[in-house]
């Protein structure tokens, strides 16, 4: 694979000169003298109007570039406010333990100048020593820790062990990193933060607030959600810049013997051919892919490329490595040496590396697919060229819309504006969480109330479970439990599975459920530093997977669905053709299948099914749009079932969904699994008429929901745009995996529906039906036809599988079906609203059609048996039975 044939667009920015600042005025003579003995005779703009607005009071947000010294930014105003009161405290707060560790580093010197009895620091987090938190509590005037550690910690411990005569004098907080805060883990911290004012508050302390933050659309913004301060923002950068070249490259196309375009080759597959070239020419690299997976599948096909062309037996392959969650803090700790030392010379990273950890100069960095979001994009670059040398940056865009897009658009990175960070400090299940761990931390007061809006629906139901007390116009905690190590900052699903080595029950990895039910299902292949596993057992009640090693040359994508119910709208308008609502919904989601892909060309190798779905279902926040009676009516025309009716083909719902769900991650600054769309259960009903609204939804991946779909209502006309921009604007000729998802759709009956949500137009002629060749799927057990003649069976058959509605299915004597309708009777009219109140019927329903053959369309329905009348009989006596108790009591 020819490196230079691939690419499509490349462009150099020229080196930047530095831009210079004298002291501040107001900058002490010791700081100065420490200052200019280290080579620093002067200072960047940017870190001299820093130190005056911080002393002159003001909560400050910088976002210059990587490697613009903002560490020295943030160390003048706290050093100087501390050899002038050294009683002064400080914490640094930062996203990674790594991260914390590797600035600590950077502070090493100032301490060395000063000496530690008038400036010391430390790393306090859960991997320090007992004897170094005493010292760091009693002695440290500069703490660096993370959120977790904020969170169970120094807040819930805040009155005893030393932490008392930190808050008291408090005088700064540095935020690094502050676009990492966004999500789930940026509303936990907005939660930690309203909590921290309160002990604050508690001990007279008002500190001031230093961030830094990529460059991203509201910094300010996201600044003052996170901290309920005002901000001043500093973007005038005057740090120096190499030269930096960036290549984009298009991976090959891939064609059948028909000249049938199939897509391109995975970017995957090229870079691990680039990673195995720089690491042959001894290069300085980091390669970044956009998964854990992808890092391990990069990260095996580049090892065996070297070790297939390695013929003098020093091992290229040995200098190179993986970096990324999952890995132990040991395993990481020795990689990090490892590359700072030279005994490797590249790594394959998530974006576990884009923050500023020291791993030494870096020449090249490749990145395998665009990251998702400029700001990430910008870090993981920002990595190379730190030295001062010119350096180049790989993108090897994917087969996939924001990739292609940017294919089309190049400039699009480079001078439109950022995504904006959403942060939702309101979402019910966070702030609950923290309102617990307040109460245990301070009793909640009347002033709590402008710190948590929610707290008058909160406390009555923590009096009402016995976890608060009323005491004297107060509510104190009282519970059993540590309210603050009951949640994880980085998530709202506190439930965690293991995956265990079953040889010698190590333990690989930890990951929360819906993510075990995607990777670590039984039949799956996990990776784990260029180890393969297979699962072989998933046990759901002690939440463990148990895998063996494994050498199969393929790995494993899940196979999943989707279904969504309203609760309740909170906002709806009418945008164009569509209505645009807002609301709660209640989403389920099933793991019920894997693909087999293999290592190196990724070809399909077949698919394998679970014996019982994954299934997990939450309540969260949504946005939905109508879709117009003419698209339904196309799109189902359109529709066509394989030979079993278990297979829709030429499904152009699913295309209009994966366009807007890409468009609404272009405006929403979301990762992948941050925000889900589907459409309506009734979109597929091919029976149905056009009376029903088919809505398109928009949903938050997380309980409760985080802010993203409120986000993607407010800026639904730009979504729309982005998505007919993306599908309109594809270079493909008929539809592709980039612009709709699947090329056997045609992007013109796609571009044509999300047109038609703006104004009305006619239907497009000379539709493409391709043939579609036969796909693998697993027979199910059941024949929907032969279910009344084989109704006991299938109960039995339930009753084994340990389904929940078994029970139920076993009650009822025979159904009966006409077309795709089952008919199950009843003998009472109670039973009737019963089962069908629609969670109940959606459960009935998906246990049918996943075990049998049933039509996509089906429906159940409750008939009332003969004889029900007789039941009333039985009513009215219960009534008297219940009546008569009542009386003799």
Same mark, same amino acid.
């Given at each position: 694979?020819?490196?230079?044939?691939?690419?499509?667009?490349?462009?150099?920015?020229?080196?930047?000169?530095?831009?210079?600042?004298?002291?501040?005025?107001?900058?002490?003579?010791?700081?100065?003298?420490?200052?200019?003995?280290?080579?620093?005779?002067?200072?960047?703009?940017?870190?001299?109007?820093?130190?005056?607005?911080?002393?002159?009071?003001?909560?400050?947000?910088?976002?210059?570039?990587?490697?613009?010294?903002?560490?020295?930014?943030?160390?003048?105003?706290?050093?100087?406010?501390?050899?002038?009161?050294?009683?002064?405290?400080?914490?640094?707060?930062?996203?990674?333990?790594?991260?914390?560790?590797?600035?600590?580093?950077?502070?090493?010197?100032?301490?060395?100048?000063?000496?530690?009895?008038?400036?010391?620091?430390?790393?306090?987090?859960?991997?320090?020593?007992?004897?170094?938190?005493?010292?760091?509590?009693?002695?440290?005037?500069?703490?660096?820790?993370?959120?977790?550690?904020?969170?169970?910690?120094?807040?819930?411990?805040?009155?005893?062990?030393?932490?008392?005569?930190?808050?008291?004098?408090?005088?700064?907080?540095?935020?690094?990193?502050?676009?990492?805060?966004?999500?789930?883990?940026?509303?936990?911290?907005?939660?930690?933060?309203?909590?921290?004012?309160?002990?604050?508050?508690?001990?007279?302390?008002?500190?001031?607030?230093?961030?830094?933050?990529?460059?991203?659309?509201?910094?300010?913004?996201?600044?003052?959600?996170?901290?309920?301060?005002?901000?001043?923002?500093?973007?005038?950068?005057?740090?120096?810049?190499?030269?930096?070249?960036?290549?984009?490259?298009?991976?090959?196309?891939?064609?059948?013997?028909?000249?049938?375009?199939?897509?391109?080759?995975?970017?995957?597959?090229?870079?691990?051919?680039?990673?195995?070239?720089?690491?042959?020419?001894?290069?300085?690299?980091?390669?970044?892919?956009?998964?854990?997976?992808?890092?391990?599948?990069?990260?095996?096909?580049?090892?065996?490329?070297?070790?297939?062309?390695?013929?003098?037996?020093?091992?290229?392959?040995?200098?190179?490595?993986?970096?990324?969650?999952?890995?132990?803090?040991?395993?990481?700790?020795?990689?990090?040496?490892?590359?700072?030392?030279?005994?490797?010379?590249?790594?394959?990273?998530?974006?576990?590396?884009?923050?500023?950890?020291?791993?030494?100069?870096?020449?090249?960095?490749?990145?395998?697919?665009?990251?998702?979001?400029?700001?990430?994009?910008?870090?993981?670059?920002?990595?190379?060229?730190?030295?001062?040398?010119?350096?180049?940056?790989?993108?090897?865009?994917?087969?996939?819309?924001?990739?292609?897009?940017?294919?089309?658009?190049?400039?699009?990175?480079?001078?439109?504006?950022?995504?904006?960070?959403?942060?939702?400090?309101?979402?019910?299940?966070?702030?609950?969480?923290?309102?617990?761990?307040?109460?245990?931390?301070?009793?909640?007061?009347?002033?709590?109330?402008?710190?948590?809006?929610?707290?008058?629906?909160?406390?009555?139901?923590?009096?009402?479970?016995?976890?608060?007390?009323?005491?004297?116009?107060?509510?104190?905690?009282?519970?059993?439990?540590?309210?603050?190590?009951?949640?994880?900052?980085?998530?709202?699903?506190?439930?965690?599975?293991?995956?265990?080595?079953?040889?010698?029950?190590?333990?690989?990895?930890?990951?929360?459920?819906?993510?075990?039910?995607?990777?670590?299902?039984?039949?799956?292949?996990?990776?784990?530093?260029?180890?393969?596993?297979?699962?072989?057992?998933?046990?759901?009640?002690?939440?463990?997977?148990?895998?063996?090693?494994?050498?199969?040359?393929?790995?494993?994508?899940?196979?999943?669905?989707?279904?969504?119910?309203?609760?309740?709208?909170?906002?709806?308008?009418?945008?164009?053709?569509?209505?645009?609502?807002?609301?709660?919904?209640?989403?389920?989601?099933?793991?019920?299948?894997?693909?087999?892909?293999?290592?190196?060309?990724?070809?399909?190798?077949?698919?394998?099914?679970?014996?019982?779905?994954?299934?997990?279902?939450?309540?969260?926040?949504?946005?939905?749009?109508?879709?117009?009676?003419?698209?339904?009516?196309?799109?189902?025309?359109?529709?066509?079932?394989?030979?079993?009716?278990?297979?829709?083909?030429?499904?152009?719902?699913?295309?209009?969904?994966?366009?807007?769900?890409?468009?609404?991650?272009?405006?929403?600054?979301?990762?992948?699994?941050?925000?889900?769309?589907?459409?309506?259960?009734?979109?597929?009903?091919?029976?149905?008429?056009?009376?029903?609204?088919?809505?398109?939804?928009?949903?938050?991946?997380?309980?409760?929901?985080?802010?993203?779909?409120?986000?993607?209502?407010?800026?639904?006309?730009?979504?729309?745009?982005?998505?007919?921009?993306?599908?309109?604007?594809?270079?493909?000729?008929?539809?592709?995996?980039?612009?709709?998802?699947?090329?056997?759709?045609?992007?013109?009956?796609?571009?044509?529906?999300?047109?038609?949500?703006?104004? /009305?137009?006619? +239907?497009?002629? $000379?539709?493409? =039906?391709?043939?579609? &060749?036969? #796909? %693998?799927?697993? @027979?199910?057990?059941?024949?929907?036809?032969?279910?009344?003649?084989?109704?006991?069976?299938?109960?039995?058959?339930?009753?084994?599988?340990?389904?929940?509605?078994?029970?139920?299915?076993?009650?009822? /004597?025979?159904? +009966?079906?006409? $077309?795709?309708? =089952?008919?199950?009777? &009843?003998? #009472? %009219?109670?039973? @009737?609203?019963?089962?069908?109140?629609?969670?109940?019927?959606?459960?009935?329903?998906?246990?049918?059609?996943?075990?049998?053959?049933?039509?996509?369309?089906?429906?159940?329905?409750?008939r009332l048996a003969e004889g029900t009348e007789n039941r009333k009989d039985t009513e009215e006596k219960i009534r008297r039975r219940y009546s008569h108790l009542n009386d003799t009591k």
């Amino acid at each position: 694979m020819q490196i230079e044939n691939l690419i499509t667009y490349q462009k150099t920015t020229p080196s930047i000169p530095p831009q210079y600042a004298p002291y501040p005025q107001t900058l002490s003579e010791e700081i100065r003298t420490h200052l200019a003995t280290h080579g620093i005779p002067s200072l960047y703009t940017h870190q001299a109007e820093m130190f005056t607005q911080a002393t002159r009071g003001k909560n400050i947000v910088i976002t210059t570039s990587t490697a613009s010294g903002k560490t020295l930014g943030f160390l003048l105003p706290v050093v100087q406010e501390i050899l002038s009161n050294p009683q002064s405290r400080a914490i640094f707060l930062y996203p990674t333990k790594a991260l914390a560790s590797d600035q600590y580093r950077a502070i090493r010197p100032w301490i060395e100048t000063f000496g530690e009895h008038r400036l010391s620091a430390g790393v306090y987090d859960g991997d320090t020593p007992p004897t170094e938190r005493s010292r760091i509590r009693k002695n440290a005037n500069i703490i660096l820790t993370n959120p977790e550690m904020l969170n169970s910690a120094f807040l819930p411990n805040h009155s005893k062990a030393g932490f008392d005569f930190i808050f008291s004098n408090l005088k700064y907080i540095v935020i690094d990193e502050l676009h990492t805060y966004r999500g789930a883990f940026g509303s936990h911290l907005a939660n930690v933060f309203r909590r921290l004012s309160r002990i604050c508050r508690y001990y007279h302390a008002s500190p001031r607030f230093l961030c830094s933050s990529a460059t991203i659309a509201n910094p300010v913004e996201l600044a003052r959600a996170v901290c309920q301060r005002e901000f001043i923002r500093i973007d005038r950068d005057g740090s120096p810049a190499p030269e930096k070249r960036y290549f984009f490259l298009q991976p090959p196309k891939i064609y059948g013997k028909d000249n049938q375009y199939y897509g391109q080759v995975q970017s995957t597959a090229v870079a691990a051919a680039m990673t195995a070239q720089l690491a042959e020419e001894g290069q300085s690299f980091l390669t970044f892919a956009k998964s854990r997976r992808n890092v391990e599948v990069i990260l095996k096909e580049a090892r065996d490329m070297l070790d297939g062309e390695d013929i003098s037996g020093t091992g290229p392959a040995d200098r190179i490595s993986g970096y990324r969650g999952g890995y132990t803090p040991k395993e990481r700790k020795e990689i990090e040496r490892k590359m700072t030392t030279g005994e490797l010379c590249g790594l394959i990273s998530t974006n576990a590396l884009e923050l500023g950890i020291d791993i030494g100069k870096i020449d090249t960095t490749v990145l395998a697919g665009y990251p998702g979001t400029k700001a990430s994009f910008w870090q993981q670059t920002g990595r190379a060229g730190r030295s001062g040398k010119a350096c180049s940056n790989y993108l090897i865009l994917d087969n996939l819309p924001l990739d292609q897009y940017i294919s089309i658009n190049p400039d699009w990175l480079f001078d439109g504006e950022s995504e904006s960070a959403v942060v939702d400090r309101d979402n019910l299940l966070i702030e609950l969480a923290h309102i617990r761990a307040a109460a245990a931390e301070l009793p909640l007061t009347l002033d709590d109330i402008a710190v948590f809006p929610d707290l008058g629906e909160t406390i009555p139901v923590l009096l009402r479970v016995k976890e608060l007390s009323a005491q004297d116009g107060r509510f104190s905690w009282c519970g059993d439990t540590f309210p603050a190590g009951d949640f994880s900052l980085r998530n709202i699903d506190k439930v965690r599975y293991k995956l265990v080595d079953q040889e010698n029950a190590r333990i690989i990895t930890e990951m929360d459920e819906m993510q075990a039910f995607r990777e670590i299902h039984e039949g799956a292949v996990y990776m784990h530093g260029g180890a393969q596993y297979e699962v072989v057992r998933m046990d759901q009640e002690t939440k463990t997977s148990y895998a063996v090693p494994f050498r199969g040359n393929y790995y494993t994508m899940p196979g999943s669905s989707t279904t969504i119910r309203v609760i309740h709208g909170n906002a709806e308008k009418e945008y164009k053709r569509t209505k645009v609502f807002f609301g709660d919904v209640n989403v389920k989601e099933s793991v019920y299948m894997y693909k087999k892909l293999q290592f190196h060309n990724h070809q399909n190798l077949g698919y394998g099914q679970l014996t019982r779905p994954l299934s997990k279902d939450f309540d969260t926040e949504s946005t939905w749009i109508t879709i117009p009676k003419n698209v339904v009516q196309v799109y189902r025309s359109l529709i066509r079932e394989s030979g079993n009716g278990q297979i829709l083909r030429n499904n152009h719902f699913d295309g209009i969904c994966y366009a807007i769900r890409n468009a609404a991650r272009m405006a929403t600054m979301t990762e992948q699994e941050d925000i889900g769309v589907t459409m309506s259960g009734n979109a597929l009903d091919l029976g149905a008429g056009l009376q029903e609204e088919v809505c398109l939804y928009i949903f938050d991946e997380y309980v409760g929901g985080l802010g993203y779909a409120e986000k993607a209502y407010e800026l639904m006309p730009k979504i729309i745009e982005h998505a007919m921009e993306m599908v309109g604007g594809c270079k493909c000729k008929d539809g592709c995996a980039a612009c709709v998802g699947d090329y056997r759709l045609d992007k013109k009956i796609v571009y044509w529906g999300l047109e038609n949500l703006l104004l /009305e137009l006619d +239907s497009p002629m $000379g539709m493409k =039906l391709p043939e579609h &060749t036969p #796909s %693998t799927y697993m @027979q199910k057990p059941f024949s929907f036809e032969e279910l009344p003649r084989k109704w006991k069976e299938f109960c039995v058959f339930l009753g084994r599988k340990g389904e929940t509605m078994a029970a139920f299915f076993n009650t009822v /004597e025979q159904v +009966s079906i006409e $077309g795709d309708t =089952l008919f199950l009777p &009843t003998s #009472s %009219t109670f039973y @009737q609203a019963w089962i069908l109140e629609p969670s109940n019927r959606l459960s009935l329903k998906n246990i049918i059609s996943f075990y049998t053959d049933a039509p996509p369309s089906l429906r159940l329905e409750v008939r009332l048996a003969e004889g029900t009348e007789n039941r009333k009989d039985t009513e009215e006596k219960i009534r008297r039975r219940y009546s008569h108790l009542n009386d003799t009591k």
